[in-house]
């Protein structure tokens, strides 16, 4: 019974002792393996340490060579880096003179209002793009462009400006040419036609003063000569008195034409104002041999319009005609002008020439500014005409068919009832 | 005085009328026209002057009337353009086209009546040798066909023989030819003949 025991206890033993093993050995190959884990995460992480300086010396390099001005910013203005592409462009020497300062030293004082406005926004997490004029740290001046992005730390707050600046002050300048130079054109545009104006002007005058003249000379010549009773001089003298006033009244005209103010509204007898034109047109049109005919509707059409501003219109298109006739030599130069009722409403002003026409690849365009198709056009005149006919609440188009083209705009009517009560209208005019 | 006419010719009729005043002091005849039209269709051509037109007109131009004249092949009276002031290309058109004279505007009051009375004067000689060789027309006319052959052979040189010769006659019945152009030809030297020859158109062709 003894030896039994002994037995049984050193296989209990030996049980307790191989269970114990088999822990062990389990508990090792687990630390063993827990080691090579953390080993392995060892190595993991100095790879990605390696990577991470890899990228950020790559990035670096990227930054530094880059031929933009990439820079980093805080909330308060304080650059906090910036690549070498930034110290040119503000006139560095070296990285000392910017870093650590505002870059507010840099903004024109006027921008600097804008600068600060779009830097909020950025720290308030959005992307902004913006242009400053900046001067230098060698007191250049020169126009700059931003694109800057929001830097956010871990916590994912905005903690810096990233910025890329390109200087665009070449661009500015070739811009603010383009600019002058459109100016310029608009202003040669009212000077030829106030040039245009002014012949018009001229040959008008010319009929008032030469029938002046000679009533005064035959007036004088008859004094002269004695041969005259002082009764047979009044008649004379009055056409004298009336012709000046006729010549009053076309420089008053003239004057309207030329004033550049708001527009005058009225009621307006569309084929008075036909017949104006064609006398200021006259000269020109007989110059290129064109002949001008009329058409107009009876019963004194009336528009609500500023007349001369209508005026200018109609004058365009004549004029634009008459042009087009004589610089393609055309063998008929004839210009009908009419005036047509257009449903109850409106009434249609049409030019119709028989020149060349209108190429059918640009007639879209015609009304557009500096679009022209005669040498020394500037392409006002259309778009003017355009801007005035819409702003009366018509429209105007351009057709081109075998024989010439057709310029038509409408103008609102004013409804027949309106206008047996005419002085309504007068106190605008 | 002359009984010559200026004819006006302006839509503008207040200075039609101003230029009536003016050249009324002068003591010529003044007609006034409305239009180019109006003129064409009241104008009498046989009354000597000369026409006052302006350039500026619409509808049918001054330059258009005097193609018309022009195209009627018909003697006309001068005309004297008004142009406006450096209208100079269209007053260079209007005296290529044949006008006989043009006034800028504004012009000195003597200046045009001076141009006036000069075309005035132009068309007397104009018509004065119309009249001449209308005249001169008719004497031809007269002749017989013998008459001017033998007309024709003495204004070449001919002597009466060599003409005799060639028109296979005797040289009396030459003679008798010859004598009887001069008296019809009102001619009273063989240059007086020759003069008159030349300037018929009809002998020279």
Same mark, same amino acid.
């Given at each position: 019974?003894?030896?039994?025991?002994?037995?049984?206890?050193?296989?209990?033993?030996?049980?307790?002792?191989?269970?114990?093993?088999?822990?062990?050995?389990?508990?090792?190959?687990?630390?063993?393996?827990?080691?090579?884990?953390?080993?392995?995460?060892?190595?993991?992480?100095?790879?990605?340490?390696?990577?991470?300086?890899?990228?950020?010396?790559?990035?670096?390099?990227?930054?530094?060579?880059?031929?933009?001005?990439?820079?980093?910013?805080?909330?308060?203005?304080?650059?906090?880096?910036?690549?070498?592409?930034?110290?040119?462009?503000?006139?560095?020497?070296?990285?000392?003179?910017?870093?650590?300062?505002?870059?507010?030293?840099?903004?024109?004082?006027?921008?600097?209002?804008?600068?600060?406005?779009?830097?909020?926004?950025?720290?308030?997490?959005?992307?902004?793009?913006?242009?400053?004029?900046?001067?230098?740290?060698?007191?250049?001046?020169?126009?700059?462009?931003?694109?800057?992005?929001?830097?956010?730390?871990?916590?994912?707050?905005?903690?810096?400006?990233?910025?890329?600046?390109?200087?665009?002050?070449?661009?500015?300048?070739?811009?603010?040419?383009?600019?002058?130079?459109?100016?310029?054109?608009?202003?040669?545009?009212?000077?030829?036609?106030?040039?245009?104006?002014?012949?018009?002007?001229?040959?008008?005058?010319?009929?008032?003063?030469?029938?002046?003249?000679?009533?005064?000379?035959?007036?004088?010549?008859?004094?002269?000569?004695?041969?005259?009773?002082?009764?047979?001089?009044?008649?004379?003298?009055?056409?004298?008195?009336?012709?000046?006033?006729?010549?009053?009244?076309?420089?008053?005209?003239?004057?309207?034409?030329?004033?550049?103010?708001?527009?005058?509204?009225?009621?307006?007898?569309?084929?008075?104002?036909?017949?104006?034109?064609?006398?200021?047109? +006259?000269?020109? *049109?007989?110059?290129?041999?064109?002949?001008? =005919? $009329? %058409?107009?509707? @009876?019963?004194?059409? !009336?528009?609500?319009?500023?007349?001369?501003?209508?005026?200018?219109?109609?004058?365009?298109?004549?004029?634009?005609?008459?042009?087009?006739?004589?610089?393609?030599?055309?063998?008929?130069?004839?210009?009908?002008?009419?005036?047509?009722?257009?449903?109850?409403?409106?009434?249609?002003?049409?030019?119709?020439?028989?020149?060349?026409?209108?190429?059918?690849?640009?007639?879209?365009?015609?009304?557009?500014?500096?679009?022209?198709?005669?040498?020394?056009?500037?392409?006002?005149?259309?778009?003017?005409?355009?801007?005035?006919?819409?702003?009366?609440?018509?429209?105007?188009?351009? +057709?081109?068919? *075998?024989?010439?083209?057709?310029?038509?705009? =409408? $103008? %609102?009517?004013? @409804?027949?009832?309106? !206008?047996?009560?005419?002085?309504?209208?007068?106190?605008?005019? | 005085?002359?009984?010559?006419?200026?004819?006006?010719?302006?839509?503008?009729?207040?200075?039609?009328?101003?230029?009536?005043?003016?050249?009324?002091?002068?003591?010529?005849?003044?007609?006034?026209?409305?239009?180019?039209?109006?003129?064409?269709?009241?104008?009498?051509?046989?009354?000597?002057?000369?026409?006052?037109?302006?350039?500026?007109?619409?509808?049918?131009?001054?330059?258009?009337?005097?193609?018309?004249?022009?195209?009627?092949?018909?003697?006309?009276?001068?005309?004297?353009?008004?142009?406006?002031?450096?209208?100079?290309?269209?007053?260079?058109?209007?005296?290529?086209?044949?006008?006989?004279?043009?006034?800028?505007?504004?012009?000195?009051?003597?200046?045009?009546?001076?141009?006036?009375?000069?075309?005035?004067?132009?068309?007397?000689?104009?018509?004065?040798?119309?009249?001449?060789?209308?005249?001169?027309?008719?004497?031809?006319?007269?002749?017989?066909?013998?008459?001017?052959?033998?007309?024709?052979?003495?204004?070449?040189?001919?002597?009466?023989?060599?003409?005799?010769?060639?028109?296979?006659?005797?040289?009396?019945?030459?003679?008798?030819?010859?004598?009887?152009?001069?008296?019809?030809?009102?001619?009273?030297?063989?240059?007086?003949?020759?003069?008159?020859?030349?300037?018929?158109?009809?002998?020279?062709?």
């Amino acid at each position: 019974m003894g030896s039994e025991v002994m037995w049984l206890g050193l296989v209990a033993l030996g049980g307790g002792l191989a269970l114990a093993l088999i822990s062990l050995v389990y508990l090792l190959l687990r630390l063993h393996e827990a080691e090579l884990r953390v080993r392995a995460k060892e190595a993991e992480h100095e790879g990605v340490l390696d990577r991470l300086q890899e990228n950020e010396y790559r990035l670096r390099t990227i930054i530094e060579s880059e031929p933009e001005c990439v820079k980093l910013q805080a909330a308060d203005g304080t650059v906090l880096e910036i690549n070498p592409a930034g110290l040119r462009l503000v006139d560095a020497e070296c990285a000392e003179d910017i870093i650590g300062k505002r870059i507010y030293d840099v903004v024109a004082p006027e921008y600097i209002g804008i600068y600060q406005e779009n830097m909020a926004r950025v720290f308030a997490g959005e992307a902004a793009v913006y242009e400053f004029k900046s001067i230098t740290l060698k007191g250049r001046t020169r126009w700059m462009e931003t694109h800057a992005v929001p830097l956010r730390d871990a916590r994912s707050e905005v903690y810096a400006l990233l910025g890329i600046t390109r200087d665009i002050t070449e661009h500015k300048w070739a811009e603010e040419q383009g600019r002058r130079h459109q100016t310029e054109l608009a202003r040669v545009a009212r000077l030829s036609t106030m040039g245009e104006m002014a012949t018009g002007l001229a040959h008008e005058l010319n009929q008032p003063l030469a029938a002046i003249a000679n009533f005064a000379r035959g007036c004088i010549r008859r004094l002269r000569t004695g041969e005259v009773a002082p009764v047979e001089l009044i008649e004379p003298l009055e056409e004298v008195c009336e012709q000046a006033e006729r010549a009053g009244e076309i420089m008053r005209h003239a004057r309207d034409f030329v004033r550049k103010s708001e527009p005058r509204m009225s009621a307006v007898d569309i084929n008075q104002v036909v017949r104006s034109v064609v006398k200021f047109t +006259e000269h020109e *049109a007989r110059q290129h041999e064109t002949v001008v =005919t $009329l %058409q107009l509707a @009876p019963h004194q059409p !009336r528009v609500w319009a500023d007349s001369i501003m209508v005026e200018q219109v109609i004058c365009n298109l004549v004029r634009n005609a008459v042009e087009a006739m004589a610089e393609r030599h055309s063998l008929r130069r004839e210009i009908l002008i009419r005036t047509v009722p257009h449903g109850e409403d409106k009434i249609e002003v049409e030019v119709v020439d028989t020149g060349p026409g209108i190429d059918e690849t640009v007639i879209d365009q015609v009304f557009d500014q500096f679009f022209t198709t005669k040498a020394e056009g500037v392409g006002m005149g259309l778009s003017i005409s355009r801007s005035i006919v819409e702003s009366h609440g018509g429209n105007i188009r351009a +057709e081109s068919r *075998a024989g010439g083209a057709t310029f038509r705009f =409408t $103008l %609102q009517a004013i @409804p027949v009832v309106l !206008r047996k009560d005419e002085r309504r209208y007068s106190l605008h005019s | 005085m002359s009984d010559a006419t200026v004819f006006i010719v302006d839509d503008d009729q207040a200075v039609a009328r101003s230029l009536r005043w003016l050249i009324e002091t002068v003591r010529l005849k003044v007609e006034t026209f409305a239009s180019v039209q109006a003129f064409l269709d009241g104008y009498d051509a046989s009354k000597p002057g000369c026409l006052v037109l302006d350039v500026r007109m619409p509808g049918m131009s001054g330059l258009d009337l005097q193609e018309r004249l022009a195209a009627r092949r018909m003697y006309h009276v001068p005309i004297i353009f008004i142009t406006g002031h450096g209208d100079v290309q269209m007053a260079v058109r209007a005296v290529q086209a044949g006008a006989f004279d043009f006034v800028e505007k504004p012009f000195h009051d003597q200046d045009l009546l001076d141009r006036i009375q000069r075309a005035i004067a132009h068309d007397a000689g104009q018509r004065n040798r119309e009249e001449q060789r209308s005249q001169l027309k008719a004497l031809f006319a007269s002749l017989t066909p013998r008459e001017r052959e033998v007309l024709d052979l003495v204004v070449e040189g001919m002597s009466n023989k060599a003409i005799a010769n060639t028109l296979g006659l005797s040289a009396k019945t030459v003679e008798v030819h010859r004598a009887k152009v001069m008296e019809k030809m009102h001619a009273r030297s063989i240059s007086d003949l020759v003069k008159m020859a030349m300037q018929n158109p009809s002998v020279t062709t």
